[in-house]
């Protein structure tokens, strides 16, 4: 089974992707951070099953493993948690040689992190992803962190985990929604750096929604491997790893302004809105070609997410929201934005009209 290597000038780490892999968790955690106490931080709606097969494992290797659970819900993912969480893990005594071992999605991966981060000013920290959206993106490159009542993510630290264990088994009880919102990043991946994988991805596609094994590792390798090479260039966003956040900056504006009550768009669907309204926006500016556009759209189509929406706030208010964004650099929105399949680059002097319009032209 395939295992892709992320190497830094200060750290490395293996990601391995292997069906069966939590039930290896204990011998796979000793190898890289031996340790006589360990925390897992598990996701309370799967604590009973792959949080306790984690458990397990790491008793069966020797370790006294405290268990934390948690809510996977963006009101969840906040200071107060990360408090609860380093005070079970200082009860626990804890050590700078205990490893935090997250799992679940990732919003469990960005907290357990951060309080991984923030322990005893950082102990080792190994991710076990369980839904599709964490195994190609939150559980790869170190960024954790929590959301405040100013917007999403502005709190946190790059904290590179020692390990991160795939197992695409889980994907077998994962909800429908959730794997087709995972998909999206994986989409994002194949318009930013690799139109090969964009092509693969519309081959295989009945395939992966019908969970064949081979094709879902090849799917988490693929993408692995690309967020480990833009990682490996650009660790803390100072250049190219600002490319994987296409979509993102609408797609972060949609979450935090809708009805919570009102079947709220998952992030997966809000990434998926943001990439074709980031992607019209490039063809009205004549940035790409309208065939990028069309093939997006036509693919999200068949993934079952969203390419237009009625759902959405007025335009000023979504623009008053993406200028909180934490990539506002002088005040100015940055957008990613395709050039062509497989290409984009940062745009930060795009004028508020064309925000506007591309907004507007979600709506249908």
């Not at 292997?18 to 955690?29: D, I, S, T, W, Y």
């Not at 962190?145 to 502005?154: P, Y």
Request: with cysteine; glycine share 8%.
């Amino acid at each position: 089974m395939p295992t892709v290597k992320l190497t830094l000038p200060h750290h490395a780490y293996d990601i391995v992707i292997e069906p069966g892999a939590l039930a290896q968790a204990g011998e796979r955690v000793r190898a890289v951070v031996p340790h006589e106490r360990a925390a897992v931080v598990a996701d309370e709606n799967i604590r009973s099953t792959y949080g306790r097969a984690v458990h397990e494992a790491l008793e069966h290797a020797g370790y006294d493993a405290a268990v934390c659970s948690m809510s996977a819900s963006e009101s969840s993912k906040t200071l107060d948690t990360v408090a609860g969480l380093l005070d079970t893990m200082l009860e626990h005594r804890m050590e700078r040689r205990s490893p935090v071992v997250a799992v679940g999605g990732g919003i469990t991966g960005d907290v357990a992190g951060y309080a991984a981060a923030s322990l005893l000013r950082g102990v080792p920290f190994v991710q076990c992803p369980t839904t599709l959206l964490a195994m190609v993106d939150a559980s790869v490159g170190g960024k954790t962190g929590v959301n405040t009542r100013q917007g999403k993510n502005l709190v946190g630290a790059f904290h590179q985990p020692a390990l991160v264990l795939i197992d695409p088994d889980t994907l077998a009880t994962l909800p429908p929604r959730d794997l087709r919102g995972g998909l999206a990043e994986c989409v994002k991946h194949g318009v930013i750096r690799d139109a090969g994988l964009f092509d693969w991805i519309d081959a295989n596609l009945d395939a992966v929604l019908g969970l064949e094994r081979d094709a879902l590792v090849e799917l988490i390798r693929r993408n692995v491997a690309i967020k480990a090479a833009v990682v490996q260039e650009d660790e803390t966003e100072q250049g190219v790893r600002a490319h994987l956040n296409f979509g993102h900056t609408f797609a972060h504006a949609i979450e935090a302004t809708q009805d919570p009550s009102a079947d709220p768009y998952s992030h997966g669907e809000a990434v998926a809105l943001g990439m074709v309204a980031a992607a019209r926006l490039a063809v009205d500016a004549g940035r790409c070609e309208p065939a990028v556009l069309d093939r997006l759209e036509r693919l999200l189509d068949r993934i079952g997410l969203p390419t237009s929406s009625d759902r959405l706030v007025p335009e000023d208010a979504l623009l008053a929201v993406m200028r909180s964004d934490k990539k506002v650099r002088d005040g100015r929105v940055r957008l990613v934005l395709p050039d062509a399949m497989g290409a984009v680059s940062v745009v930060d002097d795009t004028p508020d009209a064309a925000v506007r319009a591309a907004w507007a032209s979600l709506r249908g």
